[in-house]
């Protein structure tokens, strides 16, 4: 990390220029204060949010201790929270998410960048970005009112007939086909990422050298051979980190969610069944917890910990991203 | 690579095949989204939606207070963002490389840029909304304009590092001091590129619904006070699409259609505009 953008082309003219205006003319010296000044507002900000919701939800944590943390309890009338089911079903479904749209994000950008004509390669690409522009409530509607009673009616029996006969996993496609729940939650939440993974990974690919790819044209490798065993594996640090940050925008993803996951304080071995995440309970609950509950705090708290959970993954992401690309 | 070629052919021919399979299926359920909003919504769609004020179930009502307070809080985000995200971006390029700040602020950058949405609506929660006693609309304003902020920062930094060099060495050359170099050469190149992350910054911020819930908190009747709760689209569309009245959850549609049509409007000028920019 510490070598980032250091030492690439564009650094030069500003290291170049730091001898002459040393000294200099004072209108510099109050624009680059400016700049530093703006430079640091933007650090404070996140310094800002991280105290502010590390001290809001402090009372829940005088109050349960580490309980919070190992407790599926969600009860405002014994006030008793905890914080286990949230953090579940947010993992869980950003986790099918993920599975769901990294291989169709393979697919697109392996069309994108190899198979599609090239007149329509900027076409089509657009078309798919547009998928992301679209709010994330537009997905929630979309998803409550189309997609819950299809999963309903056709997709959840297909699965729990054929899925869910088989040994293991069959416990995950089992129970009531009510179309609302965890599946569903993270399916509408692959289609929000597959944009975004889609276009992180055709920037990889267009990174790989020319002269790689013919290499192995050269000896014969098919088109699809070229994408597995070069393409791929060149750019699999930059891979990973763009995984990663879709998936750090599928543990925040809050409106979709909200609409189909069914809001239930639950954790069931279905993928059928109801459940929350941490962004839809303080979505859902926010609007009945009174100023200085402790449900507010509990809210608070699970906004805390979903902080901490997104900060780490999209740490490593752009580390992982920007060694790559920027190197 | 050691099997036969027609079996490695028609696994490449597989691979390809699937590839296009999965592009179209995207581009499909783009389409089925389309034409849900367009054949629910269009029809709630009429001129009284956009003049009238959200009523009362069982009273028709439009949406025009809602329409307004989106208009006047992204608005408001933009002017407050904006300047900050273009000097910090500026920062960022222009001094960002030597200095152990640069490298720490364009870390930060990227982790506020993928954030939840969310938290930023906690975070203004708990330094505006609660302890000045109350939702307001300036307070959800500065959180759209949280979410502005990275989109702008990173669109100006890279848009300013794709100037050439050669052309800010030469103002250089000539004598120019580094604001004048950055106001007047960088900058101006950098131009269409910073408008476009602006564009597509407004079109995200548009749509956010989940900051506002915390903060402008949404209302049903006409206001433009900024220290009141105040209506957005989004969230009219959230608490109308989540009613048991068949009515709103038809204004909701209509609602959902403008919106998706707006951002998609902005995304394709935004696009439309680098395109122009680059080919000048």
Not at chain 1, 33 to 46: D, K
Not at chain 1, 177 to 196: C, D, K, R, V
Not at chain 2, 118 to 139: E, K, N, T
């Amino acid at each position: 990390m510490s070598d980032v953008a250091v030492g690439n082309l564009s650094s030069a003219p500003a290291s170049r220029h730091r001898g002459f205006a040393r000294g200099e003319q004072a209108s510099d010296i109050i624009f680059r204060g400016v700049l530093y000044a703006a430079g640091i507002l933007v650090l404070t900000l996140l310094g800002l949010i991280i105290i502010l919701l590390f001290q809001g939800g402090l009372p829940v944590l005088y109050a349960f201790g580490i309980d919070f943390f190992t407790s599926s309890a969600w009860n405002p009338v014994t006030e008793k929270y905890g914080a286990v089911v949230a953090v579940y079903g947010t993992i869980i479904t950003a986790v099918i998410a993920v599975v769901v749209a990294v291989p169709a994000a393979f697919g697109i950008s392996f069309f994108l960048t190899e198979v599609a004509p090239p007149v329509l390669r900027r076409s089509i690409g657009t078309a798919i970005q547009l998928l992301a522009a679209i709010p994330s409530i537009i997905f929630g509607m979309w998803g409550f009112f189309i997609v819950v009673p299809l999963m309903a009616a056709y997709v959840q029996p297909a699965l729990a007939s054929t899925l869910g006969v088989v040994p293991v996993i069959g416990t995950l496609f089992s129970g009531a086909p009510i179309g609302t729940g965890i599946l569903t939650a993270g399916l509408i939440m692959a289609l929000m990422i597959l944009p975004f993974i889609t276009a992180l990974f055709v920037e990889v690919l267009e990174s790989v050298p020319p002269m790689f790819k013919e290499a192995a044209y050269g000896v014969g490798a098919t088109t699809s051979e070229v994408f597995t065993a070069v393409s791929i594996p060149y750019g699999r640090t930059a891979i990973v980190g763009a995984v990663m940050l879709g998936l750090g925008r599928a543990l925040g993803e809050t409106m979709a969610v909200t609409f189909v996951i069914g809001n239930a304080n639950r954790i069931s071995a279905s993928l059928f069944s109801p459940g929350a995440s941490i962004a839809s309970t303080i979505a859902n609950e926010f609007p009945e917890a009174a100023p200085g509950s402790l449900k507010l705090f509990a809210l608070l708290e699970l906004g805390f910990l979903l902080f901490v959970l997104s900060f780490i993954v999209l740490a490593v992401a752009r580390v992982l991203v920007r060694s790559r690309l920027e190197t | 690579m050691s099997q036969r070629l027609p079996l490695r052919l028609a696994r490449d021919a597989t691979f390809r095949a699937v590839a296009t399979l999965s592009a179209v299926v995207a581009l499909l359920l783009l389409a089925w989204i389309l034409w849900t909003l367009v054949s629910r919504g269009a029809s709630s769609l009429s001129t009284a939606l956009l003049v009238t004020d959200t009523l009362p179930p069982g009273r028709g009502g439009g949406l025009r207070n809602a329409i307004i307070g989106s208009l006047i809080q992204v608005g408001m985000a933009v002017i407050i963002a904006t300047p900050i995200g273009v000097l910090a971006g500026i920062f960022l390029a222009e001094l960002g490389d030597r200095s152990l700040l640069g490298r720490v602020v364009r870390f930060i950058n990227d982790v506020l840029l993928s954030a939840p949405s969310i938290l930023i609506g906690l975070f203004v929660y708990q330094i505006l909304v609660r302890p000045f006693g109350g939702f307001s609309g300036i307070a959800g304003a500065i959180a759209l304009g949280i979410i502005i902020l990275p989109v702008v920062v990173r669109a100006t930094e890279d848009m300013l590092r794709l100037v050439p060099s050669a052309l800010r060495e030469a103002a250089f050359a000539l004598g120019a001091p580094h604001w004048h170099v950055v106001a007047n050469v960088t900058l101006r190149g950098a131009r269409a590129g910073i408008v476009t992350g602006i564009l597509l910054a407004i079109a995200r911020a548009a749509g956010e619904t989940a900051p506002l819930l915390f903060t402008s908190l949404g209302s049903l009747n006409w206001s433009v006070n900024l220290t009141k709760p105040m209506s957005s689209l989004p969230v009219t569309i959230y608490q109308y699409a989540g009613s048991p009245f068949d009515e709103w959850v038809g204004i909701a549609w209509a609602g959902a259609l403008l919106i998706t049509l707006g951002v998609l409007f902005l995304n394709i000028v935004s696009r439309l505009l680098l395109t122009l920019g680059r080919g000048k």
